[in-house]
């Protein structure tokens, strides 16, 4: 007696979509695609619940329910159902890392090729952790980096408007490779005024050492201009 196959449910708000995964699901033999004219989440959700589908290939943005809370869902209610995610780039921060893992959603990009959703077919039923896409977490590094380097741009410009228009010049001029000496004759200040502003500006960028003063001032010179 032939061995039950693994059962898909597909769902796609985009109908050549669902079409595409349709073919690919029907022409392998390692699995029965049980539907994949949905795109309604509430739909979606009762499908599951009826069908108890092996997996269920969702689209993140379904209507009115999307596949992160059908997967919260399906998690809750201690189904044995595993969900894969399809997503696009903007959905990379509609749920954490933390959240993935709790609930083991299976992450496919949307460009993702035949060879890539074969693997995550194979990997979802054979491993305990669900497969997520290479693309997803190089896509989700790079957006946090860029986070950080906003963050970081938005404290250096609040530090550079605590600075007075004379520090502000001093600053300038420590990023031409100027030293004390030649800052005070720039500026037709003594050199003793100037080591006072390099303190004072080292207090307010909350800074230590020379060092750290001329790697802020070289770093920001063309925001100094």
Known sequence: MRAKLPTILHADRLSMLRMGMSCLIENNPNYTLLKSDLDDGDMVLSAIFRKQPTIAILDYNLHRVNAFEIAECIFKNNLSTKIIIVCEPKHIN????????????????????????????????????????????????????????????????????KLSIKEKKVLQLISGGNITMEIADNLCLSHRTIDAHRSNILKKLCLKGKTALVRFAVENRYALK
Do not use: W
Not at 109 to 125: G, S
């Open 94 to 161: 509609q749920f954490t890392e933390v959240q993935r893992e709790q609930i083991n959603i299976g992450i496919l990009m949307r460009d993702a090729k035949p060879d890539e959703i074969e693997k995550c077919f194979y990997e979802v039923l054979n491993n305990s952790k669900a497969y997520v896409s290479p693309e997803y977490f190089k896509l989700r590094d790079r957006r946090q980096h860029l986070e950080i380097i906003s963050i970081e741009e938005r404290y250096k410009n609040l530090a550079l408007k």
